[in-house]
């Protein structure tokens, strides 16, 4: 008979893990990383603080783009049921580019003494960006946030937001590190000896679609390399769309992705998406993706290895094409949308 004090030893809730922690997320201000903070201040009542990495802007401060973000009605049943978390969310002034994130010192200190989690979500998700600009963004910016986040002292676990299309080659994707298309060293010779040519670009990414998936494939490889002792997880969201339940339902704030295809559909603008009817439309919701990446973090055992989990439908919910199609139509009479 296993007793009550080993029980909860051993089973601790995801609000216990938070409690009294500290967390430090980069991209928070894209469109998961605004719904993670809220869902932490939200469901977490007791974590302690939420430091955000942002950009430094021209004659805007650190304070005025948080409350920028804050305004959005994402966070309006925190507001209203918990307002005194809203506190909690702490601007840090820096970039996933330059070495060190280009934080002030005291910054530095500050998140190396305090944090427990970080969740590395900032990313260049353009698909028609150049190699150079996604390699500095998406592989070298992580580098550098890994190297931080080395250097904090009670650090539990380090959360890195890949993409399940990371690997289109495989036709199945399994949770594992896969190996990398290129070596990294490779694709910096070739960018030295060709710089941004378009023309050859296909040279280097072979079948991959774009240099995101390219450089995010490069970039999985690179944390399984570089992470250390670090405990570190890899989580790969299919095609993010509005939330199914939270913060509300259909919360989305963005014309990124599927968004305006489905609506045009909806509007009859256009009456078909190009493609074979029975593949997969591998969309997840947002709150999907933002609840696996807290669980994912409380609930990891300390390891050497990096843990990786696939966040979409795939088989077990899935909907083709045709399907989303014939259900867009439908809900659009339904209700009118057409008008």
């Excluded at 079948?207 to 998936?213: C, F, L, W």
Aim: glycine share 6%; charged share 25%.
């Amino acid at each position: 008979m296993v007793s009550t004090h080993n029980y909860k030893t051993k089973y601790d809730s995801v609000e216990e893990f938070y409690s009294g922690k500290s967390v430090f997320i980069t991209g928070g201000s894209g469109f998961v990383g605004k719904a993670l903070i809220e869902k932490l201040l939200y469901s977490c009542p007791d974590l302690k603080n939420v430091y955000v990495l942002i950009r430094r802007k021209k004659n805007v401060s650190g304070h005025q783009r948080i409350s920028k973000i804050l305004d959005s009605e994402l966070f309006s049943r925190l507001k209203a049921e918990k307002p005194q978390n809203m506190k909690k969310i702490i601007p840090i002034i820096g970039n996933i580019t330059p070495n060190g994130l280009g934080l002030a010192e005291e910054d530095k200190i500050l998140i190396q003494n305090k944090v427990s989690v970080v969740f590395h979500l900032a990313a260049a998700i353009r698909f028609n960006q150049t190699l150079g600009e996604a390699m500095r963004n998406n592989v070298e910016g992580t580098r550098a946030v890994i190297h931080f986040a080395q250097q904090i002292k009670n650090l539990k676990t380090f959360i890195y937001m890949s993409t399940a299309f990371s690997h289109t080659d495989q036709v199945v994707l399994e949770e594992i590190i896969y190996p990398p298309p290129m070596k990294i060293e490779d694709v910096y010779e070739f960018l030295k000896l060709n710089g941004d040519d378009t023309n050859r670009l296909k040279e280097i990414l072979k079948d991959r679609p774009n240099t995101y998936t390219f450089t995010k494939a490069l970039t999985e490889s690179l944390v399984d390399e570089i992470h250390g002792d670090m405990s570190t997880v890899i989580i790969r969201p299919s095609i993010v769309v509005a939330a199914l339940k939270e913060p509300f339902r259909g919360w989305i704030d963005n014309w990124m992705g599927p968004a305006p295809l489905i609506k045009a559909l909806a509007k009859g603008y256009m009456h078909a998406f190009y493609g074979e009817s029975h593949y997969n439309f591998a969309i997840i919701p947002i709150d999907y993706v933002v609840n696996a990446t807290i669980v994912a973090a409380a609930k990891y055992q300390r390891s050497d290895k990096v843990k990786v989990y696939n966040c979409c439908t795939t088989s077990l919910n899935p909907i083709s094409l045709k399907e989303l199609c014939a259900t867009v139509r439908k809900e659009s009479v339904e209700n009118n949308y057409r008008k």
